[in-house]
């Protein structure tokens, strides 16, 4: 199937030709028909699957028409809510890209930064607007924005706006938008909780599911690293050494995990630099770009901020730590073998991490095989060590102590109780006599 076969207008195909587009990805074919049929849709489909173009497409085709029929208004006709900067920005290229032919305006807003130049550009008109919920919230409150107009609201990454507790932002939002409008809702996963936001503003809605729920792409070659927390900035330095690895995304969970990562590569002569929450996002765009254009080698992020990252060819992913929530796993494997390219990613497994990789395993339905042609394997512990572990991470005896503990702590307390019985002074409690007083 090609693009033509979807009935796209004349100025959108254009554009995707420029772009090197030929054949629409699964969730493409299967939602741009729904979407030019106005009917509400559910998308449930994993990153770098394409479906920013599978809604972005359909959007631009419907406002282009419809603006064909009536005369242009200056207002809102289009809304994207998004849970980062990073993807919101992404997103606004993608229309930026597709739409150029069709003279439609649109803008993106987001928190972080100066709103002065996002509200100038808002008051110049614009037909479709990107935004994050926290600065659209924002600026709707100092009525700077309305959305009387909007015929077609998107959420995109529904799961992880519901993660980063914006889900009762968005439905302030969605309450301000008028119910007679076409609703797409995009989710990488459904958990009960997206599942009933989406029955709550979806009518009838179509449901396209291109893979099943969290799973990972066959493009990309997973494999796990059995390695000790201290040795795995050894372990990572090895790995960089293969001058193949162009370019390679690094998850950590912190921030600060994220910055120490960083301090080591760039110690080691490894250009690196971090993209998380506490950055600015001009440092953010700008660490991003960097990376795009090769001058950066690694790139260290958070989940969070990582969630909009869309890089052509990127072929390496690393969690130097694993997730502790196994979608997450999903999500970050997914930043490669994008569109159908492979990829590899490597995950670092140390003794704590142990139980969340049973998890991610349970979630994919597979085991991931184990590389162990490396010079940091994690060494065995004994059946007594991992006993002791297991207790101490048990909160009911997470105050264990060996038998030699107790019998120096009760010794202790023996020599404190036998001190406050005698007085400060000793047995014969002669310092804590009065002055003048007779002795014996």
């Known amino acids: 199937m090609s693009f033509e076969n979807l009935k796209l207008i004349e100025p959108i195909l254009k554009a995707l030709k420029t772009e090197g587009y030929t054949q629409p990805t699964p969730i493409q074919a299967q939602a741009i028909p729904i979407i030019l049929q106005q009917r509400d849709l559910l998308g449930c489909a994993q990153t770098g699957?394409?479906?920013?173009?599978?809604?972005a497409i359909p959007t631009l085709q419907l406002l282009h028409n419809d603006r064909q029929n009536h005369k242009e208004q200056k207002t809102i006709k289009a809304l994207v809510l998004t849970p980062t900067r990073e993807l919101a920005i992404q997103i606004d290229e993608s229309f930026a890209a597709y739409g150029k032919h069709t003279g439609l305006k649109h803008a993106v807003i987001?928190?972080?930064?100066?709103?002065?130049?996002?509200?100038d550009k808002l008051r110049r008109g614009v037909d479709i607007l990107v935004a994050t919920p926290g600065r659209l919230l924002d600026l709707m409150q100092q009525r700077l924005i309305h959305l009387d107009h909007v015929k077609i609201l998107i959420l995109d990454e529904a799961?992880?706006?519901?993660?980063?507790?914006?889900?009762?932002?968005?439905?302030?939002?969605i309450a301000k938008v008028p119910q007679k409008r076409q609703t797409l809702f995009f989710s990488a996963t459904m958990p009960k909780e997206i599942q009933h936001l989406a029955d709550s503003i979806l009518y009838k809605p179509?449901?396209?599911?291109?893979?099943?729920?969290?799973?990972?792409?066959?493009?990309i070659q997973q494999e796990i690293f059995f390695v000790a927390k201290g040795d795995k900035k050894q372990l990572l330095n090895h790995i960089l050494k293969d001058k193949d690895i162009a370019t390679v995304l690094v998850f950590t969970r912190t921030k600060h995990g994220a910055d120490k990562v960083v301090k080591d590569l760039n110690r080691a002569g490894i250009t690196a630099e971090a993209i998380h929450g506490n950055k600015s996002q001009n440092a953010r765009q700008r660490a991003l770009t960097n990376f795009k254009a090769r001058t950066t080698r690694v790139l260290?992020?958070?989940d969070i901020a990582a969630r909009g990252i869309d890089i052509d060819e990127l072929t390496h992913v690393i969690n130097y730590e694993l997730p502790?929530?196994?979608?997450?796993?999903?999500?970050?494997?997914?930043r490669t073998g994008r569109a159908g390219a492979s990829g590899i990613a490597m995950s670092f497994c140390d003794e704590e991490e142990k139980e969340f990789l049973k998890d991610i395993h349970k979630l994919i339905g597979k085991t991931i095989p184990?590389?162990?042609?490396?010079?940091?394997?994690?060494?065995?512990?004994?059946?007594q060590q991992k006993i002791l572990n297991n207790l101490k991470k048990d909160p009911q005896v997470r105050n264990f102590k060996s038998s030699s503990e107790r019998r120096n702590e009760n010794k202790r307390r023996d020599n404190r109780n036998r001190g406050k019985k005698h007085g400060k002074?000793?047995?014969?409690?002669?310092s804590g006599s009065k002055p003048g007083a007779k002795r014996g």
């Open 49 to 55: 699957t394409g479906k920013t173009a599978a809604f």
């Open 110 to 119: 987001f928190g972080g930064v100066s709103q002065n130049p996002q509200v």
């Open 159 to 173: 799961d992880r706006m519901l993660d980063m507790g914006f889900v009762n932002d968005v439905k302030k939002i």
């Open 206 to 219: 179509e449901r396209v599911e291109v893979t099943p729920v969290s799973s990972t792409a066959d493009t």
């Open 300 to 302: 260290v992020a958070t």
């Open 324 to 334: 502790n929530v196994p979608e997450t796993y999903v999500h970050r494997i997914g």
């Open 370 to 383: 184990v590389n162990e042609a490396h010079p940091y394997p994690l060494p065995q512990l004994t059946s």
């Open 425 to 430: 002074g000793g047995p014969s409690g002669m």
